[in-house]
């Protein structure tokens, strides 16, 4: 497996950093996890081609990992991409087309076909990849509710496999909830350092042999701690390098 982070950025821009958007290269084909803003450019800039993708998944709908997503698939359109894509989505994928033709983004006229599902359909197209909930969103919950607003508050884990060897996306997390199996088991995480406790990065950070990328920014908790002890297994989320695992 390959993977590129093409963008590392939190959810408040910043000058140096792209937002999330990452490229994994397995056997069973290529993958976009999360589409921020910013990522077409950065799919031009790494030479991947209009035919490239195999799927694109949406971690969650925070306008930091989708709002790049009409753009990539104008650009794909533009650049006249036959090749089928699938498109999997948190939640609501209808209410989300509808978004697409506002943007007068029609997907009966690109030249390709575009399948769209929901994230937990995963493992019936992929089986190298499966997902997890996560409890990123459950704090809208009353909010949500008094609204009475349609959203279901999913956000997802992504665990990929490949050759052996296995690599988690948490995407953003606020606890381990639902993931702490996934985590222990997992040869490289490339995970939300921003939005969890440190305690629960640091607990992680003293496994043996557990390679961690920090990514989407760093809590304040933590990089104190990082400054005072030794973390040889963990390493900063760079964005335009690819990794083999």
Known sequence: M???ILGAGSGLP???YHLSSLVFQTNQGNFLIDCGEGTSKQLIKHKFDHNFLNAIFISHYHPDHIAGIYMVLQMLYLQGRTKPLNLFLPERPAAFIETMHMFYTFEQRFPFALNVYEV???GQYYSNIS??????????GEFIKSQQYPNTMHSFCF???DDNKTLVYTSDISTFSNIQPILENADVIILDALHPDAE???SLIQIPDKYLILNHGISDKLKIWMDNNPHNNVYFAQENVTNNL
């Open 2 to 4: 390959k993977y590129t």
């Open 14 to 16: 910043h000058p140096d």
């Open 120 to 122: 937990l359909e995963t």
């Open 131 to 140: 997902v997890a909930l996560t409890d990123h969103l459950t704090g809208y």
């Open 159 to 161: 665990n990929l496999r």
């Open 200 to 202: 629960l990065i640091i």
